[in-house]
């Protein structure tokens, strides 16, 4: 398949519901040597920055009455931001992004497991599940024993049944054959369609520089770890008012919340108690978007399903993310960039016989998020113009699929038709930066999200969870 370095953001933009004729506002700048895999990564990655960028710029044109901003989206930038986890720097220390119970394991049967088990709760049940005391100081090789007495596929199937992690790797072609696989296949890359009535919303004209296209949106954020957090990181540098709402129960992993933090304000409440129930629901009667990343169903007990917040909130975005979907075999299942990488192909179509292997960013994390954002973006537009009540759906297999299909440019390994990098290169210096917070002195990847006019850093660093006040600005 002959593509360019629009091949994937058209497609992206296309999903997204955009009118084609923006896509000349886009101006890709392409560096060689960045995020190199072989699959079409790094185009993954241009295309949902593309998208979300387009979207921010489309949405600025809709609340100024001018032209939609042209965008920028620097290959550099790109990278650095889909790494940034990895980039960070707290007080000159490297984070932690995976605990020793997280990896990769050879099986009895000659096969391979990825186990999650960066959570105390993860780590307790994945123990739980191969009989092991949570407490034992040979963790490692006792797990790694138990592993290499039992097949792939049981060791997944017995994991998540203790309400653990783990999955079996598959080929691409096993990937297709498997029932979540082929359900996967059926669908588009996300959902984003109208649920309910609303009037036309209505915004106040952007004024102030820099140009801020979310300004005065009120985004109620429930998600964790990369994906979901990313997404609202995205629309805080937009310059939408998140507030992140998480369980006392289920702290955040402290690295983690530093570098998906900035923008926002972070609180704790327990819904499952009545006052901290009334409490959300007051936030809820003054938010414009929901978004949530826990897996199908868990929230719905609140009343935060997608039509129930239609009913309740009439003329709100509301977004939501999984892994695997609420749909197939798999519906309801946790699960994490690592995981879908070993379940949908893309980890044997990276490794070699001897070992599977990763992507050079938690793509799919990064990725997603992304289209969330840009999802939500195009989802204010079009209710400006029509009004409604939006739904958005997005999983991370869903996303794998994309990338390991064609749309995005070809066969793996391929590079674009006649690329011509400007400044090819792999150091990702340029696109850090540095800033004193509460957590201490941070070193961070910069947004890639950049229009002509618009921000080019958060307003605020991120601050300690879970501390802010449950409130709106």
Request: net charge negative; aromatic share 6%; with cysteine.
């Amino acid at each position: 398949m002959t593509h360019t370095p629009m091949t994937g953001t058209r497609a992206a933009w296309a999903a997204l519901g955009g009118d084609p004729a923006l896509l000349s506002r886009v101006e890709p700048v392409v560096r060689a040597g960045v995020l190199p895999a072989r699959l079409p990564v790094r185009e993954l990655a241009r295309a949902c920055v593309g998208g979300c960028a387009l979207a921010a710029a489309e949405l600025a044109a809709a609340r100024t009455g001018r032209a939609v901003p042209r965008v920028r989206v620097d290959d550099g930038a790109v990278a650095a931001a889909f790494t940034s986890e990895r980039q960070l720097l707290v007080d000159g220390r490297e984070p932690v992004n995976f605990a020793p119970l997280s990896g990769f394991w050879r099986t009895g049967d000659g096969g391979w497991v990825r186990t999650h088990a960066n959570y105390p709760h993860h780590r307790a049940a994945l123990l739980a599940a191969l009989g092991l005391s949570a407490d034992s100081a040979d963790s490692v090789d006792s797990v790694a024993a138990r592993l290499a007495e039992r097949p792939a596929v049981d060791v997944e199937d017995a994991v998540y049944a203790a309400g653990g992690l783990a999955v079996a790797l598959r080929t691409p072609e096993e990937w297709a054959k498997h029932p979540q696989g082929a359900a996967v296949a059926e669908r588009p890359l996300l959902s984003r369609r109208r649920i309910g009535e609303g009037p036309a919303r209505s915004l106040p004209a952007l004024t102030g520089d820099p140009l801020l296209p979310a300004s005065g949106l009120r985004v109620l954020d429930l998600t964790r770890v990369i994906a979901g957090p990313v997404a609202t990181r995205t629309l805080a540098l937009l310059g939408a008012d998140v507030l992140r709402i998480d369980s006392p129960r289920l702290p955040e992993l402290p690295d983690q919340h530093a570098d998906t933090g900035f923008g926002k304000r972070s609180a704790t409440l327990d819904l499952a108690r009545r006052a901290d129930l009334r409490t959300f629901d007051e936030l809820l009667a003054g938010a414009d978007v929901v978004v949530t990343g826990y897996r199908p169903g868990a929230l719905d007990r609140f009343g935060l399903a997608p039509l129930a917040l239609a009913e309740r909130r009439p003329g709100i975005v509301v977004a939501r993310l999984s892994a695997w979907g609420d749909y197939g075999p798999w519906a309801g299942r946790p699960g994490f960039d690592s995981l879908v990488q070993v379940a949908s192909g893309i980890a044997s179509a990276e490794g070699s016989p001897e070992r599977p292997g990763a992507l050079p960013a938690q793509a799919l994390d990064h990725g997603t998020g992304h289209l969330v954002a840009a999802a939500v973006l195009r989802s204010l537009t079009e209710a400006m113009a029509g009004g409604g009540t939006w739904g958005v759906s997005l999983t991370l297999a869903q996303t794998a699929h994309w990338l390991t299909g064609e749309s995005l440019g070809g066969a793996p390994g391929d590079a674009p038709e006649g690329e011509d990098s400007t400044g090819a290169t792999d150091d990702p210096a340029p696109w850090l930066a540095e800033t004193d917070s509460p957590l201490g002195r941070l070193r961070y990847a910069l947004p890639p999200v950049s229009l002509a006019g618009g921000p080019d850093n958060w307003s605020r660093p991120p601050g300690h969870w879970g501390t802010d006040t449950p409130e709106w600005r």
